[in-house]
């Protein structure tokens, strides 16, 4: 079946540093990918997605590509702010263009000090 | 446009009991779903419905859950017989949904404690 794979959190890392979080996913057919980013509190919002290999999903600075080739879909992001400090969730559906049944990683908690 | 709504913020419950939960879409949204969270975990999805009609439903479902969307606005969603193991947090999320697009919108979720 599909899963998603992401790596273990918590993460720490201080302000203005540069931000990896990996991403793999097993799935069939051409899945969908996102970042979902839950702020404390609050619920899940969308943060980016990509629908085809080699799209590039990008919003508030962070990025992440649909790598095919690597069934990847690292998210990055350059200089990070105490702002970003959060919960991320990489997800995929199976369902072209939809959202039915995503299937979500367990999340990586990432903590911004100033 | 006041987002998601899920009712209550927090349950509290003994082990045997039932529990209702109520979630508001954003209005004209035509889809929405239910998902469970458990500490560590990424959310899992439940059941979603397109409008009134509830189109899927996970096998984590067991026949203790039940889900409705009567007239293809409010949904809730209720457990029966509640068991130490259906402590979770419990999201609902809608979206319009159109051709070959569609964006999900979360709520603040439920959070079930059974003792």
């Known amino acids: 079946g599909n899963s998603v794979t992401q790596m273990e959190g918590p993460v720490t890392l201080s302000e203005e540093a540069f931000l990896t979080i990996n991403c793999t996913y097993t799935a069939t057919g051409y899945p969908s990918l996102f970042w979902y980013v839950q702020y404390p509190g609050e619920g899940l919002q969308l943060l980016l997605k990509?629908?085809?290999?080699?799209d590039k999903g990008s919003n508030k600075g962070f990025e992440a590509t649909y790598r095919k080739e690597t069934t990847s879909f690292h998210l990055e992001k350059g200089s990070v702010q105490v702002s970003d400090s959060a919960v991320y969730f990489c997800a995929l559906t199976s369902i072209q263009g939809g959202s039915e049944k995503l299937v979500f990683g367990k999340g990586t908690k990432l903590t911004v000090n100033p | 446009d006041t987002g998601v709504s899920q009712d209550p913020r927090h349950k509290i419950t003994k082990r045997g009991q039932n529990v209702t939960f109520r979630c508001d879409p954003i209005s004209e949204h035509n889809r929405l779903y239910w998902y469970r969270q458990t500490l560590g975990q990424g959310p899992e999805f439940l059941t979603y419905?397109?409008?009134?009609?509830?189109?899927?439903k996970s096998r984590l479902l067991s026949d203790r859950f039940s889900a409705e969307r009567p007239k293809g606005s409010f949904s809730t969603l209720e457990i029966q017989r509640t068991e130490q193991g259906d402590s979770a947090m419990y999201l609902c999320a809608s979206s319009l949904f159109w051709g070959n697009n569609e964006k999900l919108f979360f709520g603040s979720g439920t959070q079930l404690s059974v003792l």
């Open positions: 419905f397109q409008n009134e009609a509830q189109l899927e």
């Open positions: 990509a629908t085809k290999a080699d």
